[in-house]
Nanobody, 124 residues
Framework: QVQLVESGGGLVQAGGSLRLSCAAS????????MGWFHQVPGKEREFVAA????????NYADSVKGRFTISRDNAKNTVYLQMNSLKPEDTAVYYC?????????????????WGQGTQVTVSS
């Protein structure tokens, strides 16, 4: 099995920055692409960003392009989400996800492993 633990969420003012981290443990050799999704109460979990194993291929939701950056450190089994120029509409629980194939997919159904989530709140 693979365990994913997110950290780095919190409360920030609009225009501020946060960096989320997701540490993987367990059978980490079995995971390749990783991603971030977010969810607000009453809505579906939505794609934010994804990255393949080497880091050379990434995908972003249109709403975060130019503001968020996904990266990873395979030696530390950790993926990051640098979030800049945050907006109140970015407020959500952010989830880390991992999958057993190397395509940075944008659909949540493609991911086999999930973390518990970390709350990000952006005040106006």
């Amino acid at each position: 099995q693979v365990q994913l633990v997110e950290s780095g969420g919190g409360l920030v003012q609009a225009g501020g920055s946060l960096r989320l981290s997701c540490a993987a443990s367990g059978r980490t050799f079995s995971i390749y692409a990783m991603g971030w999704f977010h969810q607000v109460p009453g809505k579906e979990r939505e794609f934010v960003a994804a990255i393949n194993w080497s880091g050379r291929s990434t995908n972003y939701a249109d709403s975060v392009k130019g503001r968020f950056t996904i990266s990873r450190d395979n030696a530390k089994n950790t993926v990051y989400l640098q979030m800049n120029s945050l907006k109140p509409e970015d407020t959500a629980v952010y989830y880390c996800a991992a999958r057993r194939t190397n395509v940075p997919a944008t659909q949540k159904e493609n991911y086999e492993y999930w973390g518990q989530g970390t709350q990000v709140t952006v005040s106006s």
